[in-house]
């Protein structure tokens, strides 16, 4: 929304419901959302009602509710609620509803309100993979994103029958915090829609034997932030994971690895189709020359101890930038750092955007207390330019933002699909 909103306002959410099976779980985003003080209006397609019956979505939201134009015509309800609106959110969203909403069709009363509405438009799709991946409703997603629209990467997981794969409506929780996304931030909301973004998070261990490893204290928070802001912004989030101590948010996809060398071919086969690479992730300098295949065990002689050889791992993030031809994509590194006799942060995190080559380099200051395992961060970005920006301590989540927020205006204007591409 282009004017600040009076903040006492209660949020005026129109919530959508497409005929599909996930149409249940619209019920728990329903008493997330009026629980947290939005005044929702629910309104329901035809088909979705084969699946949930109005008197539930009468009963929690108390209020009555229409499929069609012609009810309660009176009050010409697909033009004010459209027009009152400050998000409009359907979930699930099916092939069906994607196609109408790409199309401008307005054949019942929740596409009439798509047409009318000027709000931030959220579309949280769910159906079968095979739908999903079909060109048709991928090429309507694309359209849909060109135009502003937020269409959220369904979940990765069990499908209605046994299958599963990408289709899966995101949690309900997910949902509801992408609407208070939408609500909270204006324009910014769906910013890299359209976009493909991996980030790295967590650290890698290196095995010495079956038993132990090489670690380091990493926890993932921050990466994982990074990538659940990319994922609200409309972005297509790989996520490869070393080790996170906290969930994966659900909207993206989840590769997880152990050591460094799994996380550089994971980073790198991601990294081919991406416009943002993030690396986030704490990756170990080094690894055991050899690791033993059975428990290393202590003899009676301290003479024969064992001594740690170690060699060096890859340099993911160098590595990206020495493969990459021209300025996609994007590369940012992050770097914790101390400050010591050779130089302060700030100069040793300067050193070290000039030594990796990558665009952004976001620093902090870590120790005993600072940076790790912390629901707050602190960091300066750094940009190959010359910029520093300075983000004084806030939760890992501000920081993802202003990370994104870095990020975007680096990026290429995105690509319109056009009509003949469809
Ligand atoms: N990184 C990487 N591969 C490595 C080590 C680090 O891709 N083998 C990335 C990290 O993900 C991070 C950035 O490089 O984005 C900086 O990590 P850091 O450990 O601070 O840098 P190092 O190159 O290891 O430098 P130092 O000698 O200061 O440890």
């Not at 600040?4 to 959410?13: E, L, S």
């Amino acid at each position: 929304m282009s004017t600040p909103r009076d903040p006492q306002h209660t949020p005026r959410v129109v919530l959508g419901v497409a005929g599909g099976i996930a149409a249940y779980k619209a019920a728990l985003l329903l008493r997330e959302l009026t629980e947290t003080g939005h005044d929702v209006t629910v309104v329901p397609t035809a088909a979705s009602e084969r699946f949930v019956g109005r008197a539930t979505w009468e009963a929690l939201s108390g209020k009555p509710v229409a499929t069609d134009v012609w009810s309660h015509a009176d009050q010409v309800p697909h033009v004010r609620l459209g027009r009152h609106a400050d998000l409009v959110v359907v979930a699930p969203a099916t092939a069906d509803l994607l196609a109408r909403a790409a199309h401008g069709l307005a054949d019942d009363l929740l596409t009439n309100v798509l047409l009318t509405a000027t709000c931030p438009v959220l579309l949280a799709p769910a159906m079968h993979t095979e739908m999903w991946l079909n060109p048709a409703v991928q090429a309507n997603v694309a359209l849909l994103r060109s135009r502003g629209v937020t269409v959220l990467e369904p979940a990765s997981g069990r499908l209605t029958g046994a299958d599963s794969g990408p289709g899966r409506l995101p949690e309900p929780a997910d949902v509801a915090a992408a609407c208070r996304r939408l609500l909270g931030s204006g324009a910014r909301g769906y910013d890299l829609a359209g976009r493909r973004v991996v980030v790295s998070a967590g650290g890698t261990r290196e095995p010495l034997d079956p038993v132990r490893f090489l670690g380091n204290r990493s926890s993932g928070r921050q990466g994982v932030a990074v990538a659940a802001a990319a994922a609200a912004r409309g972005a297509h989030v790989t996520l490869v994971t070393a080790h996170v101590e906290v969930p994966a948010p659900a909207a993206v996809d989840v590769v997880e690895v152990q050591t460094a060398a799994q996380l550089a071919e994971a980073v790198q086969a991601a990294a081919a189709a991406a416009d943002v690479v993030v690396m986030a992730a704490a990756v170990a300098d080094f690894r055991p020359a050899a690791r033993a295949d059975v428990k290393i065990k202590k003899s009676d002689d301290p003479a024969r101890d064992p001594v740690v050889v170690l060699e060096r791992n890859p340099d993911v993030l160098a590595g990206l930038v020495a493969a990459r031809a021209g300025a996609s994509p994007v590369i940012v590194g992050f770097a914790a750092e101390t400050g010591d006799e050779t130089g302060s942060v700030l100069e040793h995190g300067r050193a070290k955007l000039a030594r990796k080559g990558c665009d952004l380099l976001v620093l902090n200051e870590v120790g005993e207390t600072k940076g790790f395992a912390t629901a707050t961060n602190a960091v300066t970005i750094l940009g190959r330019d010359g910029t520093e920006r300075e983000v004084p301590e806030a939760s890992k989540d501000v920081v993802a933002d202003a990370v994104w927020d870095a990020v975007v205006p680096m990026l290429p204007p995105p690509a319109v699909p056009t009509t003949g591409a469809l």
